[in-house]
């Protein structure tokens, strides 16, 4: 079964930011992620599925160029498993176009995202996320790799959209 996401303008303030409530509905489970923008970033906030941890992944900083680079908490304690844990992101590509579902979107911004995790000896990447997004849409497009051990993938792209204002 195909994700549906909605947005219908509900929000809520968490840690002084205004976030902005997705309800994410996929087989017969619903859940609700919050978005997040100001001050130049974007990210999602969301609960880990089975853990019940709150990760926020700032997925992009648009006043940053492609090949520059951020870090920031994943966490509100900065704490995910136990271990120190961060988000180190980069602009990968800026202004190009992508086909999705035979949409052809405009002024996309690919970045980047490593999950770390520092278990003593510094941190070190666990994760890849890529983000693409378009301007006007929003995400189109996440790709996920786990890497090692777990080798574990993923793939979200959008299939249609609807934007209403």
């Known amino acids: 079964?195909?994700?549906?996401?909605?947005?219908?303008g509900s929000h809520t303030v968490i840690n002084g930011?205004?976030?902005?409530?997705?309800t994410d509905k996929a087989d017969s489970s619903t859940y609700t992620s919050y978005f997040y923008h100001g001050d130049g970033s974007y990210s999602i906030r969301s609960a880990v599925l089975g853990g019940g941890k709150v990760v926020e992944y700032l997925y992009l900083k648009d006043n940053v160029v492609a090949g520059q680079t951020w870090t920031a908490p994943i966490t509100d304690d900065g704490k995910l498993a136990g271990f120190p844990a961060q988000?180190?992101?980069?602009?990968?590509?800026q202004d190009t176009?992508?086909?999705i579902s035979s949409i052809t979107f405009q002024h996309v911004v690919h970045t980047q995202l490593?999950?770390?995790y520092d278990t003593g000896t510094g941190f070190e990447t666990s994760q890849l996320i890529d983000?693409?997004?378009a301007k006007g849409a929003g995400i189109i497009k996440i790709d996920t790799d786990a890497?090692?051990?777990?080798?574990?993938?993923?793939?979200q792209e959008i299939?249609?959209?609807k934007i209403e204002k």
Not at 147 to 155: A, E, K, L, W
């Open 1 to 8: 079964m195909d994700e549906v996401m909605e947005m219908n």
């Open 17 to 22: 930011k205004t976030y902005y409530a997705v």
């Open 87 to 93: 988000i180190a992101g980069k602009i990968v590509k």
């Open 97 to 99: 176009s992508l086909v």
């Open 114 to 116: 490593q999950l770390q």
């Open 131 to 133: 983000f693409y997004i």
């Open 147 to 155: 890497g090692q051990p777990t080798n574990i993938t993923s793939h």
């Open 159 to 161: 299939i249609s959209c």
